[in-house]
């Protein structure tokens, strides 16, 4: 089982300031199927970005990702106030599939 | 739009049985594969199993393995997650998920129900 390590497990950050999210996997995988959630108190996650750099639906384009081998990264180029939520990276390329274990950003 | 609207949630004693149901619209059911994921209180997302809706091919994690079946009901549209043998480790809210792309066994979840608590305690 790929295992997904992320980090920070806590980032304070202000509005207007850039956030970069860590996940380092216990094996290699492809970028390509390594994806990035949303998930805001009390709502269901949201795909955020998926493949190589896809942005899903109704993202905008301040959300970005990046990495490869084991290392992976999302940045959010300028916190907006609906930013601060938990992110979670997930690899679906070896089964069974895994989750992360989160990274809070939250105002500072 | 896609819908997934779930049910089944419940208080059930250890060792005791659920069946949760998430009925789907919005989309052509049988072209895509479904998920449950599943969330314990104040903690991650957790896959719990996949079924592939073109053979019909489930896959489990190793929690639940033995213990969970997932199933559909291409004709209705209907995701179901049968829990049997439930330990209190598998409190959690449960969500079923929907692929980003058709005819993948494996993909970006890019639709989730709203999710359903499961409290296993006597």
């Known amino acids: 089982e790929i295992v997904l390590t992320q980090s920070p497990g806590i980032l304070s950050l202000s509005p207007g300031e850039r956030a970069t999210l860590s996940c380092r996997a216990s094996?290699?995988?492809?970028?390509?199927?390594l994806v990035w959630y949303q998930q805001k108190p009390g709502q269901v996650p949201r795909l955020l970005i998926y493949?190589?750099?896809s942005r899903a639906t109704g993202i905008p384009d301040r959300f970005s990702a990046s990495g490869s081998g084991t290392d992976f990264s999302l940045t959010i180029s300028r916190l907006e106030p609906e930013d601060f939520a938990v992110y979670y990276c997930?690899?679906?390329?070896?089964?069974?599939?895994?989750f992360g274990g989160g990274t809070k950003v939250e105002i500072k | 739009e896609v819908q997934l609207l779930q049910s089944g949630g419940d208080l059930v004693q250890p060792g005791g049985s659920l069946r949760l149901s998430c009925a789907a619209s919005?989309?052509?059911?049988?072209?895509?594969?479904m998920n449950w994921v599943r969330q314990a209180p104040g903690k991650g997302l957790e896959w719990v199993s996949g079924?592939?809706?073109?053979?019909?091919?489930?896959y489990y994690a190793d929690s639940v393995k033995g213990r969970f079946t997932i199933s559909r009901d291409n004709s209705k549209n209907i995701l179901y997650l049968q829990m049997n043998g439930l330990r209190a480790e598998d409190t959690a809210v449960y969500y079923c998920?929907?692929?980003?792309?058709?005819?993948?066994?494996?993909?970006?979840?890019?639709?989730w129900g709203q999710g359903t608590l499961v409290t296993v305690s006597s």
């Open positions: 998920a929907k692929v980003l792309i058709p005819s993948r066994p494996r993909a970006p979840f890019d639709s």
């Open positions: 094996q290699t995988i492809s970028i390509n199927y």
């Open positions: 493949g190589a750099s």
């Open positions: 997930q690899q679906y390329g070896s089964s069974p599939q895994t």
């Open positions: 919005g989309f052509t059911f049988n072209n895509f594969a």
């Open positions: 079924i592939i809706p073109s053979d019909g091919n489930t």
